[in-house]
T-cell receptor, first 116, second 116 residues
């Protein structure tokens, strides 16, 4: 069975600081997919990024960057120069390549509070 | 672009009553998922449908049932409501179930159920 752990329950930073969210996952599959979703105070879940287990290339997209390390089963996410609008709960999620489809297993979420 | 539409957005029921939530997936998406998110919790997978057939089942209580109709919309029926059923219920949709695990789930804004 798969499991996703986000050890940080809440992070508080001042605007313009960088913030890194940790995510550690467990799976017995060799093919799997990792995601980050953002849940702002309004409540909806917004897709941020997807990575497959064969693509360890790290990526930067604007102020967001991701660090995928298969050796440590980690998929960390960094917001550079944080802004107040980044305040939200961030969920890391795992999807295994099963015949049943794309069911996501979420971590417990990390609440990010960016203060002006 | 069209998104996943959920209704109602808010619902208040008494214990032991019945509630029905509706979900309209993104046009041409063939898979629908239901998730339950309790207060301060991560979303938990309930059930999914592919081409109107149940494709996977998670921690869905026996009091709950769901189906996907010919127009691909889905309904989640909850009976004998309990206080613990108070939660945010998300519907998500994706395209091409054959790409197991890879596809991005697009979530609706959620339906908040309060059981008094």
């Amino acid at each position: 069975a798969q499991k996703v752990t986000q050890a940080q329950t809440e992070i508080s930073v001042v605007e313009k600081e960088d913030v890194t969210l940790d995510c550690v996952y467990e799976t017995r599959d060799t093919t799997y997919y990792l995601f980050w979703y953002k849940q702002p105070p309004s409540g909806e879940l917004v897709f941020l990024i997807r990575r497959n287990s064969f693509d360890e290339q790290n990526e930067i997209s604007g102020r967001y960057s991701w660090n995928f390390q298969k050796s440590t089963s980690s998929f960390n996410f960094t917001i550079t120069a944080s802004q107040v609008v980044d305040s939200a709960v961030y969920f890391c999620a795992l999807s295994e390549a099963t015949a049943a489809g794309n069911k996501l297993t979420f971590g417990g979420g990390t609440r990010v509070l960016v203060k002006p | 672009a069209a998104g996943v539409i959920q209704s109602p957005r808010h619902l208040i029921k008494e214990k032991r009553e019945t509630a029905t939530l509706k979900c309209y997936p993104i046009p041409r998406h063939d898979t629908v998922y239901w998730y339950q998110q309790g207060p301060g919790q991560d979303p938990q997978f309930l059930i999914s449908f592919y081409e109107k057939m149940q494709s996977d089942k998670g921690s869905i209580p026996d009091r709950f049932s769901a189906q996907q109709f010919s127009d691909y919309h889905s309904e989640l029926n909850m009976s004998s409501l309990e206080l613990g059923d108070s939660a945010l219920y998300f519907c998500a949709s994706s395209l091409d179930r054959a790409s197991s695990g890879a596809n991005v789930l697009t979530f609706g804004a959620g339906s908040r159920l309060t059981v008094l």
